[in-house]
């Protein structure tokens, strides 16, 4: 299975913006035959993004989407819709979603079936929160996430990409040293029935991706910050 490098852009860059950041991207990282990169923009600059990327190496993802296929959600975005624009992947659980937009692991584990059942690549986060680290809570947080978010879909488990994501590492600047993550992804491993794809995201930069990915354990990254800058996100795309 080739790296995963993949680009979080969260709530960043309109359309046009990220037309021309894609242009600059694809210029400065090259052919990168033995990767795969993945570029996750707000869902208003999906199409413009999709554009951009056609026939290219570059695959396109989403950051969130509804557990339905249509219906009177208003706001929401249906799986379908991502497909119809290129997406082959969708971000599921992301600790944002969780903890500031109040998604349960009962949410998350309706959108992982959709996703499937529809034919996208789930990317599911899954982190502890500083607290719950310094509480020795780490390997139970994680345990209760993985099992709810992968419910009654154990054995489809090598169907979908898990992200490690520690709550305190996002934005901080605070990486998980590499035998901290290391150790957690060891340990979602564990509780999975099939092999699947684990990335590693949290404060990752051009500085730390080349350390991180020599661990085995850690298949690919999932990046933001970082993301948002063509040079710093060409650098992480380059790894070693
Ligand atoms: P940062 O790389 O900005 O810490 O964000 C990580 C993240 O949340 C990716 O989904």
Redesign the pocket.
Known sequence: MEPII?G?W?MHKEPGESRSFVQELMALAGEMRDRITIL?PAFTSLPAVSEVIRNTRFKLGAQNMHWERSGAYTGEVSGMFLKALGCEYV?IG???RRHIMGETDEMVNRKMKTALEIGLIPIM?VGEKEAERDAGKTEAVIERQVEQGLKSIENEAHKIIL?Y?PVW?????K?ATPEQAAAAHAFIRSRLKKPSTILY?????PDNIDTLMKEKEIQGV??????LDAESFARIVKFQ
């Open positions: 993949a979080n969260k996750i971000v992301h600790s944002e986060c992200a994501e590492a996002i934005g901080t600047g990486t995201g949290g404060s990752v930069k999932l990046v933001g910050g970082a993301s």
